[in-house]
């Protein structure tokens, strides 16, 4: 009997650690403003594109501020796009690599190239250290054909 009441003591204290982890430990320590919503105006979804020749990424943002990388204000970050790559860890700086490209002048557009095939395209924002927000603010996941 003892054994049994043990174990469902212990089921109800992992339940109660799982409920119990607080969103910071899942996204970086700067608030995002509430209803902050990013997008990609452009290209659409499903959209063909032109294959090795540059083309323009609009971002989207509502709610919320744009500012260049280190500078502190609130309800603001700067547009980081994502290119064939899952989010990253919403806890962690934002990598900064070919899949990852910071927009830290405060850019709200830019021009890509890539390669022929398909291609996906988001934006996550980033706080003033390239961290996401809390909650994290990032666009649906698009799809681009390169041909
Ligand atoms: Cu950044």
Known sequence: MYKI???????ASAALAAWAVPDAALAGSTPAPPGAHAYIGYPNDGQVVPANKPFR????LRFMGVAPKGVKYPNTGHHHLLIDTDLPPMDQEIPSDRNHLHFG???TETMIQLPPGKHTLQLLM?????MPHNPPVY???ITVIAR
């Not at 990424?57 to 989207?60: D, S």
């Open 5 to 11: 009441i043990a174990a469902a003591a212990l089921m």
């Open 57 to 60: 990424v609009w971002f989207g």
């Open 105 to 107: 002048a405060g850019e």
């Open 126 to 130: 980033g706080d003033d250290m390239h």
């Open 139 to 141: 666009s649906k996941k």
